[in-house]
């Protein structure tokens, strides 16, 4: 192909928009090649390069289309999916759910499993039940160690992490004559039974397992972050780990995740309180 002919097809951009469907695929490319006059023999070239099954992969090209998250809007159980998908590089919508019927309409649909969100929809399922869906997504973009021995070691940390991650995702759902108390036992759990683990684990390794990033890593980050929202001074005994909090917070993906205007959630607020518990009908 000459020079000349070179032109920047912004594949992603242009996947985003299309319809998963080949015939409008091949509608595409001969697009692109009438406008870049292209012999046939070149646009074949062209159409047989961007179609190999690792540009599909990178640019996440697949018959389900966008990544969709449905759930309330704030942290909850699925501010975790949403890290993990912002490291893998996945763009994700979300449906926020703000009323009762919303919810309902999704049981009626059938759509939730057990009857619980988070909902993640992507690759052409409805996935339910955070653990399944990270793990769902951890294994797909690489985060979830190089063999089995590795992948038990990655749950074992990670559930870890999220038994402490749910003692502060129940603050806001407590009285606030409880809140105190709730608030003393998180930070001696943390620093008696959890923290002292990751120090361990982390003190002559870049990782919590193996020598590759996994969902672990990110889990830990996630969680060390929300401990210093609600004790600022934690991790000054654990220097290991608020060094590991460093280089993960340095990594591109990430630190653009946590830069304002990006779909990380903030700490939950009397709004999100109330609009899960009338949703959910639930009482406090």
């Known amino acids: 192909m000459m020079p000349c002919r070179h032109v920047n097809l912004q594949l992603n951009s242009h996947v985003g928009h299309m319809t998963q469907c080949f015939t409008e695929v091949h ?154 108390t709730k608030l003393e036992e998180i930070e001696r759990k943390a620093t008696s039974r959890y923290l002292p683990v990751f120090e361990k684990a982390l003190f002559s390794s870049q990782y919590l397992v193996g020598n590759q990033l996994s969902c672990a890593d990110v889990q830990l980050l996630e969680t060390t972050l929300m401990l210093e929202e609600k004790f600022p001074t934690i991790l000054s005994k654990f220097p290991v780990v608020k060094a590991f909090q460093g280089r993960m917070k340095s990594l591109p993906a990430i630190h653009k995740f946590l830069q304002p205007g990006s779909k990380r959630k903030p700490q939950s607020d009397d709004i999100y309180v109330k609009t899960v518990c009338e949703v959910l009908d639930f009482k406090p």
């Open 27 to 180: 509608f595409f490319f001969r697009t692109v090649s009438r406008l870049c006059k292209l012999t046939y023999s070149e646009f074949t070239h062209v159409k047989s390069a961007y179609l190999s099954l690792d540009i599909l992969v990178k640019y996440n090209f697949t018959m389900s289309g966008k990544v969709v998250l449905t759930y309330f809007n704030g942290r909850g159980r699925m501010e975790s999916i949403r890290w993990l998908l912002a490291v893998a590089g996945v763009e994700f919508e979300e449906v926020n759910i703000t009323k009762r019927q919303e919810y309902v309409k999704l049981l009626s649909d059938g759509a939730l499993m057990f009857e619980q969100v988070p909902l993640v929809e992507m690759d052409g399922m409805k996935l339910v039940q955070t653990k399944a869906i990270l793990n769902y997504i951890a294994g797909k973009y690489s985060l979830y160690g190089k063999d089995l021995k590795e992948r038990v070691m990655i749950d074992m940390y990670a559930e870890g992490v999220q038994d402490l991650m749910q003692l502060m995702m129940a603050l806001p759902f407590m009285p606030p004559d409880a809140n105190k």
